[in-house]
């Protein structure tokens, strides 16, 4: 065929590989927002928040000693955008990568 380098990665490969990149990058957006389980437990945060978490940030604005729950509603609401948008976004890309030209 001839087609070399870019061309086959951009014509062949990528939309091959389109809808697994799309529905492991949801998931993992998705997973990422739910992480509070291990940093409260095993890390606190960890060093200079090192290993804190948007979710676990929220919890200390809200519910530590500052008690800022107004700020803490507004970064939780803030969050519920986000996931509803990767979900969004993804649901977009599964609709057009996931079409493989196949009768059906």
Do not use: M
Not at 57 to 66: A, E, L, N, Y
Request: glycine letters at 14%; zero cysteines.
């Amino acid at each position: 065929d001839g087609v070399r380098g870019w061309v086959r990665f951009r014509k062949i490969t990528w939309p091959l590989l389109a809808p697994t990149t799309v529905f492991a990058a949801v998931v993992g957006a998705v997973l990422s927002l739910q992480t509070f389980e291990t940093v409260a437990v095993l890390t606190q945060g960890g060093p200079n928040g090192a290993s804190e978490t948007l979710v676990y940030r929220i919890f200390q604005i809200g519910f530590r000693p500052s008690f800022r729950v107004g700020y803490a509603n507004i970064l939780s609401s803030l969050l519920i955008a986000v996931a509803i948008l990767v979900g969004i976004l993804g649901s977009l890309g599964g609709r057009r990568f996931g079409r493989t030209g196949a009768a059906g």
